[in-house]
């Protein structure tokens, strides 16, 4: 459908987010948006130097390409029912990679948990460096914290002690409207 109306068949790719040592971190499908025909978007993405618009499956969002460490023509890469994939000569395990991770900048690191298609390794941001940051030893600041309502340390009008004398009320400024002819 989308060929006949633009007159080029989109290129669909498998968008890999980050590449370890035998682990892809997949976040899915996608499809690149490029001016370009698909001849060339093909070439570019062979060489590695694809610049431009993927809409990820699934969500629908549209993210720059520099966010991910590969996108992969779909007929590259085939995933297994056990949670691996075969690209480029290799099998590689696959973590899969949460939406809200799809644009996260940083290191993700894979965990075990539940994924689509059941058990299997979920991918997360690394936040390791951040706890190595914070030392646990570094003693609380002095002073005791305590907690009580809102309103405790208002005066209640049953309880406070009067005033020592009233307050006089003022009159309301009130302001008059002038003619510029008065004046004069």
């Not at 968008?15 to 093909?42: F, M, T, Y």
């Not at 460096?129 to 305590?146: A, H, K, Y």
């Amino acid at each position: 459908m989308l060929k006949t109306l633009f007159g080029r068949s989109p290129v669909e790719v498998w968008v890999i987010k980050q590449v370890d040592d035998g682990l892809l971190h997949l976040c899915g499908q996608g499809i690149l948006e490029s001016g370009d025909s698909r001849k060339a978007v093909l070439a570019a993405l062979a060489e590695g130097r694809f610049h431009g618009a993927v809409r990820l499956a699934g969500g629908g969002l549209v993210l720059n390409a520099r966010l991910f460490a590969a996108l992969v023509p779909l007929d590259d890469l085939t995933l297994t029912d056990d949670g691996q994939a075969h690209w480029q000569d290799r099998l590689w395990r696959v973590s899969q990679v949460p939406q809200r991770c799809w644009g996260f900048d940083g290191r993700l690191v894979a965990q075990q948990g539940v994924s689509v298609g059941g058990l299997g390794l979920v991918s997360a941001e690394d936040v390791s460096g951040i706890r190595r940051r914070v030392d646990r030893d570094t003693p609380q600041p002095p002073g005791e914290v305590t907690f009580r309502a809102v309103n405790e340390l208002e005066d209640h009008p049953l309880v406070a002690e009067p005033r020592e004398e009233p307050r006089p009320a003022r009159p309301a400024h009130r302001r008059e409207w002038r003619d510029d002819n008065e004046r004069h």
